[in-house]
């Protein structure tokens, strides 16, 4: 397997095709590794299943997008995939999405296997190069990028015979609207064990924290790399220098005197409304209990003669 690919595809995916194979895989492995009796519960030393689909999308020009995937029957006797349910497949989203087209497949593992070209080499009547998806489901806290990998095949000559082989291709995450939107109802979804509002508080706050501190981490790369170019120890590449220089103008400019000003006044107004809001409580506190004091005062004059407090 090559390291990259030459054929300067620009890929971009979208979180559903991740979120997808992931539900997929975590189906299939609670459905056949459940703990047994005679297990006592322990699945650790089982290997994990292997899930298989296609992925879809759009091509235009040497833009690949990839929308959206549906899970596909494999056939572990033949090592196929089952060709009627993918045709079948195909039929019904083409009738509510004619516009996507069969791109690919993915399946799940730590890296690509030599049986991944026979099923990859089974779809290119379908779409003459098809792409492959492979998401790695092992747990890395070390690992700071997504699991993911895209694999395009290209011919190469091995010991003077032309073989394909899976080469790895870069990809970047393309979001729309709804699935913005779709991940931020999902994130501020009560959780199903009862939690308080501390509690979502408290995750969503440690995952800016995990955000912030990527982004420090990644910005410190970029000033090591910089002052290696200055030192003359890495070469000037003036393409990297006006991508560097891009990014730190959508920085926010902390120290400067126009940033100072915004935050105050959006801190005095943070403050204005939570000092607001404490007097409308307040004062509906106080007419509620002006509300009982009359009631029970008016009882009580009804027999004694007296008017009303308020």
Request: proline residues 4%; glycine residues 4%.
């Amino acid at each position: 397997m090559a390291s990259s690919s030459s054929s300067n595809l620009t890929f971009k995916l979208h979180p559903l095709v991740i979120v997808n194979i992931s539900d997929h895989f975590t189906r299939v492995r609670s459905q056949s590794l459940g703990p047994s009796p005679q297990s006592n519960g322990d699945t650790t030393s089982l290997p994990a299943p292997r899930v298989f689909g296609c992925v879809i999308g759009v091509q235009r020009g040497r833009m690949v997008e990839i929308f959206n995937s549906f899970e596909l029957l494999f056939d572990e006797s033949t090592q196929s995939l089952d060709r009627a349910f993918l045709l079948k497949k195909q039929e019904l989203y083409k009738k509510v999405f004619p516009n996507f087209y069969i791109l690919g497949w993915y399946s799940t593992g730590s890296d690509a296997q030599e049986s991944d070209m026979i099923i990859h080499k089974s779809l290119m009547d379908i779409n003459e190069s098809p792409v492959f998806i492979l998401l790695n489901p092992s747990i890395n806290h070390a690992q700071k990028d997504l699991p993911v990998t895209i694999f395009e095949s290209e011919l190469h000559i091995i010991d003077a015979i032309p073989q394909l082989i899976f080469v790895r291709s870069s990809y970047s995450i393309e979001t729309v609207e709804a699935e913005r939107i779709s991940v931020d109802h999902v994130a501020h979804l009560k959780p199903s064990d009862g939690g308080s509002a501390a509690t979502q508080l408290a995750a969503h706050l440690t995952g800016i924290h995990s955000a912030i501190k990527m982004l420090n981490s990644r910005i410190r790369v970029l000033h090591h790399y910089l002052l290696a170019m200055e030192k003359g120890e890495m070469p000037c590449e003036n393409s990297l220098l006006r991508q560097v220089s891009s990014l730190l103008r959508r920085l926010p400019a902390v120290e400067s005197l126009k940033f100072q000003d915004d935050f105050l006044m959006d801190y005095n107004d943070t403050l204005l409304v939570s000092y607001l809001a404490m007097f409308t409580n307040c004062s509906s506190t106080m007419n509620e209990l002006v509300d009982k004091f009359n009631t029970a005062y008016d009882r009580h004059s009804r027999r004694g003669g007296r008017s009303a407090f308020i």
